[in-house]
């Protein structure tokens, strides 16, 4: 059951060319689509039913999501897949990008008609050259074979399909500053609402989907939406790519199952390395509160078994860490993270960030005050919800996970002015 | 000295550089040639050996109709614009956490060791400058690095020196 959406073609050598993509039947969906004039709302209503869960980090459905545009309001609508993948621990959509491009291309078109959008942008970060110049190939190969442009298949449905590229800032995964960032600007996230089904790119009704979600689109219609729903388990549909790095013996992108349980997934990740003892593990990217490793064996991989734990399933980037490492250096590199990415724009998170990464820093360099737990919850606190983006959120809840779970850690560096791991 | 600065700018917008950002104006709609901003900057950046100039961004933000002060917010927002020389090589290395946990600080201690600087420096004879980046997505083969377009992952010092030999 492993590897059936999005990387359904990684067994063929050099999967990304568009023949390789058709002999496994892909674009015939859209065909499909095209050919018969399925019902726009037909195909939300099969997105709805797939149970599919936006794979950026935030879960919101992606079928509720279109159905929030007015399909038959005038002027231009937009398209926008969010390629800017940057959640530390997230290296999922590069290899959509890479290995299975086609399948977002076709994701996109499948899109862009269900809600009468004629031009879509694919965001994908600036960093990304390798996966860039797959998808600009790719983009060629589509538009040769009539899947993109002026009248698709003689359909009448016009569609193109445009790349911008990134420059290196984690904000710009927001999707509202993902909108400024192509509008040519800082990526500064805009208030909300207006939404962007509302007021999107250029002001007009926009739908915003991560590369994993638009790039399972084309499975869900082809094997119906009920398909991909049982492939996973309730409140989670479909397989997920999970990206699983750290101390394990084979990291690596799986896509399996919502709801298949951690331990099985770190046995095909290897296990851990050098035979080493589990201690801690971020289920989601960096942002999703840290779960002790023990407690995290029982777990399954799905949105509601993770946040039964008080984490979250967030990009499904599972970072596995093993009893050498100190966590309160893991939350030092964490909070200058998110102090070095807020962009600026709101007093909680542009200071706040600041405040969390100093009091860190000065705990793991021997020179934490008993007041700093306290106070680290406080700052934490006071950012958290206070902020037009979620930027603020993910910089409080790894500071909080880490304090429920190991604030005997940080009481050891205060007391001791010394690492209780080894080899801190 | 202020002419002959314009000179080397207006030489360094050849035809080739409009037409290259003329590829990025055209993906955007007519009124929007904004959009167009970060593909002109580094489209720039690259043909200056990797960094921007004042001049260099007054240029795009004429070309594009824009106010040079909405050109520098831009340039100075964004991680990959570089506001001052780097080196033919910039090698960007990953610290966050998977990165990190898999021993990066080896390969940063490597490089300052072997290359004589540390982040945000070059080399004397400007082959090399350092780069503490964030994470990169690549951390199933964490540690890695970026040079140029290139990511190298899994690297060992010794990957790194047979890497950096190669590099002129």
Redesign the interface.
Known sequence: MANEVCLRTLDLERPWLIEQYQSRGGYEVLKKILSEKTAPEAIIEEVKKSGLRGRGGAGFPTGLKWSFISRNAPG?KYVVCNSD???????K??DILRYNPHQLIEGMVIAGYAIGATCG?NYI??????PYERFEQALEEAREAGFLGEDILGSGFDFQL?????????ICGEETALLE???????QPRYKPPFPAHFGL?GCPTIINNTESLASIPMIMEQGGEWFADIGVKNSGGPKLF?????INN???FEIPMGTPFSELLAMAGGMKDGRKIKAV?PGG?SAPVIPGEQMMELNMDYDSIAGAGSMLGSG?V?V?DDT?CMV??LE??SY?YH??S?GQCTPCREGTGWLYRIVHRIETGQGRQEDLDLLDDVADKIAGKTICALGDAAAMPVQGMLRHFRHEFQYHIDHKRCMVGVG | MTTTTAKETSELFTPEIRAEIDRWIAKYPAEWKQSAVMGALMIVQESNGGWLTTELMDQVAAYLDMPPIAVYEVATFYSMFELKPVGRNKICVCTNVSCMTNKSDLIVEHLEKKLGIGFGEVTEDGRFSLKEVECLGACGGAPMMQIGKQYYENLTPEIVDAILEGLE
């Open positions: 231009q993948e940057g959640e530390p621990g997230t290296f959509d590069r942008y970060r600036g960093e990304f050259w390798e445009h790349t911008h590229l990134g420059a290196g800032a984690y960032s192509i509008e040519g600007k800082k990526g250029y990206s699983i790095s750290g101390n990291p690596g992108v971020i960096s980037a970072i860490l490492n250096k893991i590199r964490m993270f070095e990415e962009c």
